[in-house]
Every structure is written in structure tokens, then in C-alpha cells.
């Protein structure tokens, strides 16, 4: 997918400078191997909007996650009776961090199911590590 062309000396939004190029991403533990495993219009509709997070753009339907602190937001996508989410924290220096991507299989509640909220919980605490390092 080739990123849309940009004035010369424009900004991206958010005050990213034109010539600084995408905020890197992090693929957080499993998530780059499970984003790959979802549908093709899933992974494409998560791609475009993480590619608009890497520019400082904001996607009209991002979710903050308190329960993780600040700064830990999900994207959501639904398709075929099933619902996907990917989880990634913006406030770390360095990155984008991906911290989670599933199918959630919860028919009870809007709540992230236990099980994947440990695996959040987890690898926040290792993207939080991998920022800190130089």
C-alpha cells in the first residue's frame, strides 16, 4: 500500500513534519502473527487505520481502554458475526506499540475478556520496557 503523496513541507496532523516519515510500529509479542491470521478486509481495514496512527492522525473510531491507564486505545472492526479488536498504546516515545490483536469471543458484556486483558497487561509492560532502552 503506497502512502497518499504530500505537499512538500506540509504537515501531517498532529504536527508531524512531512520529512520525519511514519511513526515506527512495534509488533508486541504475537500480534503481527495474529493481525495476519484475521480476514483480508479485516487486516486491510486495520492496516489503513494504523497507518493513519503512524502519521499522528486520529481514526474517527478509536476507543480508549482505561482499565490500561492513558494513552492504551483499541480499534474495532466487525465482520461476518464476528468481532476484532487490535490494542496499541500511542503515549510511549519511541513507537506505536501493537500490543494485542483477536477475534473477541466474549457474547456476554462490551468488557475485553480476561484472558486477553492479561495478555495486554503484559506486553504494556514490555513495550513500556522496550521505550525505555536506547
Same mark, same amino acid.
Given at each position: 500500500?503506497?502512502?497518499?503523496?504530500?505537499?512538500?513541507?506540509?504537515?501531517?496532523?498532529?504536527?508531524?513534519?512531512?520529512?520525519?516519515?511514519?511513526?515506527?510500529?512495534?509488533?508486541?509479542?504475537?500480534?503481527?502473527?495474529?493481525?495476519?491470521?484475521?480476514?483480508?478486509?479485516?487486516?486491510?481495514?486495520?492496516?489503513?487505520?494504523?497507518?493513519?496512527?503512524?502519521? /499522528?492522525?486520529?481514526?474517527? *473510531?478509536?476507543?480508549? =481502554?482505561?482499565?490500561?491507564?492513558?494513552?492504551?486505545? $483499541? !480499534?474495532?472492526? +466487525?465482520?461476518?458475526?464476528?468481532?476484532?479488536?487490535?490494542?496499541?498504546?500511542?503515549?510511549?516515545?519511541?513507537?506505536?506499540?501493537?500490543?494485542?490483536?483477536?477475534?473477541?469471543?466474549?457474547?456476554?458484556?462490551? /468488557?475485553?475478556?480476561?484472558? *486477553?486483558?492479561?495478555? =495486554?497487561?503484559?506486553?504494556?509492560?514490555?513495550?513500556? $520496557? !522496550?521505550?525505555? +532502552?536506547?
Amino acid at each position: 500500500m503506497t502512502p497518499p503523496e504530500r505537499q512538500k513541507g506540509q504537515k501531517a496532523a498532529k504536527g508531524r513534519p512531512a520529512g520525519q516519515g511514519p511513526r515506527p510500529v512495534i509488533w508486541v509479542g504475537s500480534s503481527k502473527t495474529d493481525i495476519s491470521g484475521m480476514p483480508a478486509v479485516v487486516k486491510t481495514s486495520f492496516g489503513l487505520r494504523l497507518y493513519e496512527l503512524q502519521l /499522528g492522525r486520529t481514526p474517527l *473510531d478509536m476507543k480508549p =481502554i482505561p482499565q490500561f491507564g492513558a494513552g492504551v486505545y $483499541e !480499534l474495532r472492526e +466487525r465482520f461476518d458475526t464476528n468481532a476484532y479488536r487490535v490494542v496499541y498504546v500511542v503515549n510511549l516515545g519511541k513507537a506505536l506499540y501493537v500490543l494485542h490483536a483477536f477475534m473477541k469471543k466474549s457474547k456476554s458484556g462490551i /468488557g475485553i475478556p480476561k484472558p *486477553d486483558a492479561a495478555t =495486554i497487561e503484559a506486553r504494556l509492560r514490555r513495550a513500556r $520496557e !522496550l521505550d525505555g +532502552r536506547d
